[in-house]
C-alpha cells in the first residue's frame, strides 16, 4: 500500500489522492439514509473488484440513487468506499488517541488495541480487503493517509513522555511513516496468509517485531527511557557521542 499525501484535516476523511469527502449533517436525515445505501452498495461491489473499476451509473444503480446524488456524496467509487472504510475505523482509533493521550496511559495496552480493533474491522471487510491486498490501489493509499493522521496523535502522546533527549521533526517524521507502513503491512500480511491465525496471535507476532518505543513502558513518574527499552543495548551511539 503507497501512502497518499496527508491533507491537514485532523481526524477527517481523506479520499483517495486527497480528496476530502464532506461528512454528512447528522440531522439530515435523507442524506444519511442515501449515505448508507451507497456505502452498502460500494462495500458489496467492492468485495469482487477494485472499487476503482466499478462504474458510477452501476454504483449508482446497485444503490437506487441518481447520478446526480451519488456525486453529491462522493468523486468516486474508490473515494465513497475509503470513506466508508474509514468512518468504520474512526469511533475505535478516536476513543484510542484518547487514551494515548490520558495521563498514565499504559502505552503497550493501548497499542495492542489499536492492532486488535484494526484487525475486527478487516475481519468484518473481509472481501473487500482481500481484493484491495492484490495490488496497489487510491483506497489503500487513502487508508494509510488516514493511518498516518491516527499515527501523529499517538507518536505526539509518547513523544511528550520521553525522558531521553527531546525527539527531533525527524524521528517523530520516520515514528509516523512507519507506524503507518507497519498498519498496511499486518493488514497486508494476515490476508495474505488466508487470516489463518486469531487477531491476538497476529498482534502477538506483530509485537517481536515492532519499533522499541512502541514497547516502552512509563515508570512511576510517567516519563519513559527509550534507552532503557526492548533492543536498544544494540543501538550504535549517536554520531555526536563518543564510540568505546
Same mark, same amino acid.
Given at each position: 500500500m503507497r501512502a497518499a499525501e496527508t491533507p491537514s484535516v485532523g481526524w477527517g476523511l481523506p479520499g483517495p489522492q486527497g480528496a476530502i469527502v464532506s461528512p454528512a449533517n447528522p440531522d439530515d436525515r435523507r442524506y444519511v439514509r442515501v449515505q448508507t445505501?451507497? =456505502?452498502?452498495?460500494? !462495500?458489496? @461491489?467492492?468485495?469482487?473488484?477494485?472499487?476503482? /473499476? &466499478?462504474?458510477?451509473?452501476?454504483?449508482?444503480?446497485?444503490?437506487d440513487v441518481s447520478r446526480a446524488v451519488f456525486y453529491h456524496h462522493a468523486? /468516486?467509487?474508490?473515494? %465513497?468506499?475509503?470513506?466508508? %472504510? &474509514?468512518?468504520?475505523?474512526?469511533? $475505535?482509533?478516536?476513543?484510542?488517541?484518547?487514551? @494515548? !493521550?490520558?495521563?498514565?496511559?499504559?502505552?503497550?495496552?493501548? =497499542?495492542?488495541?489499536?492492532?486488535? /480493533?484494526?484487525?475486527d474491522h478487516v475481519v468484518r471487510h473481509e472481501g473487500i480487503y482481500r481484493v484491495m491486498s492484490a495490488e496497489e490501489s487510491s483506497v489503500s493509499s487513502a487508508l494509510e493517509s488516514y493511518f498516518e493522521q491516527a499515527a501523529a496523535t499517538y507518536v505526539a502522546a509518547v513523544s511528550s513522555h520521553l525522558d531521553d533527549d527531546p525527539p527531533t521533526a525527524l524521528w517523530q517524521a520516520m515514528a509516523i511513516a512507519q507506524t503507518a507502513r507497519d498498519m498496511t503491512a499486518v493488514i497486508r500480511a494476515w490476508v495474505r496468509t488466508n487470516l489463518a491465525d486469531p487477531p491476538d496471535r497476529v498482534v502477538d507476532t506483530?509485537?517481536?517485531?515492532?519499533?522499541? =518505543?512502541?514497547? $516502552?513502558?512509563?515508570?512511576?513518574?510517567g516519563r519513559i527511557t527509550l534507552r532503557r527499552g526492548r533492543g536498544h543495548r544494540d543501538l550504535p551511539p549517536r554520531a555526536d557521542q563518543p564510540r568505546d
Open positions: 445505501q451507497l =456505502w452498502d452498495a460500494v !462495500k458489496e @461491489m467492492s468485495a469482487t473488484r477494485p472499487a476503482e /473499476s &466499478i462504474p458510477v451509473a452501476e454504483l449508482a444503480q446497485t444503490a468523486t /468516486s467509487p474508490a473515494a %465513497l468506499l475509503a470513506t466508508a %472504510l &474509514i468512518d468504520d475505523l474512526r469511533p $475505535a482509533f478516536d476513543q484510542l488517541a484518547q487514551e @494515548m !493521550k490520558a495521563p498514565g496511559a499504559k502505552y503497550v495496552d493501548v =497499542w495492542r488495541r489499536v492492532y486488535l /480493533s484494526l484487525l506483530y509485537f517481536t517485531l515492532a519499533p522499541p =518505543w512502541q514497547l $516502552a513502558r512509563a515508570d512511576e513518574t
